[in-house]
């Protein structure tokens, strides 16, 4: 990932919209979707993923609908908020997964947490 800067995270989470946009199709059939948009939303399996990620990475503090951390489900965070949150960190306790987790991963696991209201 790049630098902290917010341009670099754009870059990034733009990186990430393209190469999941183009995983959906062939390429060159689609246009990279706008940074407000998830190409997941509609996609079950990738929601499955990311209610695989959610359980592993972020129920220990997020829990169903919040806990120690604040509840993510149908959180008013922009896209471009929460993978910025999620993969720099943010606030104390929140940690950096942005070295662990893929920014396809991040955009599954905002897709998982804004189709639903609880776990």
Avoid at 27 to 52: C, M, R
Wanted: proline share 7%.
């Amino acid at each position: 990932m790049p630098g902290a800067s917010a341009p670099g995270v754009r870059g990034w989470i733009a990186g990430a919209l393209a190469s999941a946009a183009l995983g959906a199709g062939v390429a060159g059939e689609q246009e990279t979707p706008p940074a407000a948009e998830n190409p997941y939303f509609d996609q079950k399996e990738a929601l499955d993923e990311g209610e695989k990620l959610y359980r592993i990475r972020c129920y220990g503090c997020h829990f169903r609908a919040g806990g120690r951390g604040p509840n993510l489900f149908r959180s008013k965070l922009t896209l471009v908020q929460f993978v910025e949150i999620v993969a720099k960190g943010g606030g104390p306790g929140m940690p950096a997964w942005g070295g662990t987790l893929s920014g396809e991963d991040i955009l599954k696991l905002h897709a998982f947490v804004m189709s639903r209201d609880r776990l």
